[in-house]
């Protein structure tokens, strides 16, 4: 990188011969891994100067990697981000529903795969075949059963939601008023996640604070 811009430093704009002994420098140095340099290189005539601005601000990137001067203490604060309950299921083991289900669906993908080869002549798989079926059946009819008395539960009318987004504003406001800032922004950050995706959606929702702003209708108004 530093040959390359030595190189351009002194060229004039349009400079062809600066600018082809730079590409070979940076072709055989780089690898390709610069195609916007590369592209101002081979350019006719080249764009020599903004060459050499991108050759200058990687060298400076180069220089001062985004790095921490404490790993240990940066691979400490993400342990205690993922022992937060809301990344529980990242880790834990699957339950027995789960493998009961994986088990299902291994078994459909084997009837499929012996539907496709041909190899139903084996009558003895029948049965167990016609249990996956069933059980699939079963499961798929109870969790469209779950999903539809969800919906019809979650009415407009809920009464908790209204006092506890109530709540975390009001708190916001306290917190801020007795100057404490960085909880007034949680206090604030918990009641906006709250309107958008429900009671739960700041205390147990594994997305983000901008994944869950951006469900708003107008998530731009957030930004500030």
Do not use: C
């Not at 400490?76 to 669906?105: C, D, G, K, M």
């Amino acid at each position: 990188m530093q040959q390359a811009r030595q190189i351009l430093a002194g060229a004039r704009p349009g400079d062809r011969e600066a600018a082809g002994r730079a590409l070979v420098v940076l072709e055989s140095g780089t690898g390709g891994t610069q195609p916007e340099i590369l592209a101002d290189l081979v350019r006719d005539p080249p764009d020599v100067a903004d060459a050499a601005r991108r050759l200058q601000a990687l060298e400076a990137e180069l220089k001062d990697p985004a790095d921490t001067p404490d790993p240990a203490a940066a691979a400490a604060a993400l342990r205690r981000v993922l022992a937060q309950s809301r990344y529980a299921a990242l880790f834990a083991a699957p339950n027995p529903i789960e493998s009961a289900l994986n088990w299902l669906i291994d078994r459909l993908a084997e009837l499929l795969g012996a539907i496709t080869s041909r190899l139903l002549l084996d009558y003895g798989y029948w049965p167990v075949y016609l249990v996956v079926i069933l059980a699939l059946a079963a499961i798929a009819w109870l969790v469209a059963r779950g999903a539809f008395r969800r919906r019809h539960r979650a009415t407009p009318s809920e009464p908790a939601a209204p006092v506890a987004l109530a709540d975390l504003f009001g708190l916001a406001d306290r917190l801020a008023a007795a100057g404490d800032h960085a909880g007034a922004l949680r206090a604030l950050a918990a009641a906006v996640a709250a309107a958008l995706g429900g009671e739960l959606a700041w205390a147990a929702s594994p997305l983000t604070v901008r994944e869950l702003f951006s469900r708003a209708l107008q998530p731009a108004a957030l930004r500030p």
